[in-house]
């Protein structure tokens, strides 16, 4: 397909990178602040790296101030890319691949999660993919990541989405981990920290809910690769590389740094704004982040990955990606 033209060169870029890794953490003198940077994120992982970073301040040398707001929704994060109100995002990277291939002004940045999905269940023979048939799943974000991977792996162990398995859709994975609570279905494909939510709030209530089935782990033996589903990462539109281009390399060396330190002590992560815009306390949140599989990958050393994530994902004609996988012009 035939895309617009960067306005930021790739070599700029990577002029600016070399940059920013011989002063790390350090934006330029001759390279103007920015008035207000902000960063959008899932009700999910990643959000809390952009919280920690916000919450530290770690964006103080690009940006006289920065927010991280979360999206609640995919249909919510598809109406703020297309108004122009969410320029920087974590998202998708399916959906964004696949607004790449429509022609629309989105680049990936980097990975920010390499999966964090899971099958909950509190049925003791629930233990792999194959042992779901016959059961009542639920499933959120209907059409989107979470339900393609899932299907994919029905598919791979011979279990029909129709005639196999019973599905119930829900808007969001907390609303799938109440049905699951409510003991209206047998299993819960869920997303980190919903999971960590489910678990502890069945504990609360005197049951036992536990992560059954690792869709990371799953995935990678389907596809005979790494147990890693580079299932998110910050996108930049057109917009913001015109504008701020020459600061992107500082803003992910500040997620680099943000990842690291929410990684090397989960309990000490800033998780402030995270509590505020997810909805949920801080002790959960970094209960979570050991199962998020938190990650700040360039975009182009994580393109192996997300190719075969999207390959497995658009088989067999690459309907749900605009027909075909992304273009060197995707991967900034």
Known sequence: MTTKPFNLTRRGILAGAAASLALPGIVRADTAKIEKLGLWGPPAGPSITLSHAVGQDMFKDIATDATMNAWRTPDELRAGLTSGQMLLSVVPIQAAARLYNKGFPIRLANVMTNGLLYILTGDEGINAIADLKGKHVVVPFRGDVPEIIFGQLLTHHGIDAEADIKLTYAGTPIEAMQLLLAGRVDAALTAEPASTAGITMAKQAGKALRRAINLQDAFGEMTAGSPAVPQAGLAVMQGFLDNHGAVLPAILDVIAAATTEVLADPTAANLSIATEQLGMPAPLLA????????????????????????TAMG???????????????FYL
């Open 287 to 310: 209960g979570s982040i050991p199962h998020s599989n938190l990650v700040a990958r360039p975009a182009a050393e994580a393109r192996g990955d997300v190719e075969r994530m999207l």
């Open 315 to 329: 088989a067999p004609d690459f309907a749900n990606l605009g027909g075909s996988l992304p273009d060197d012009g």
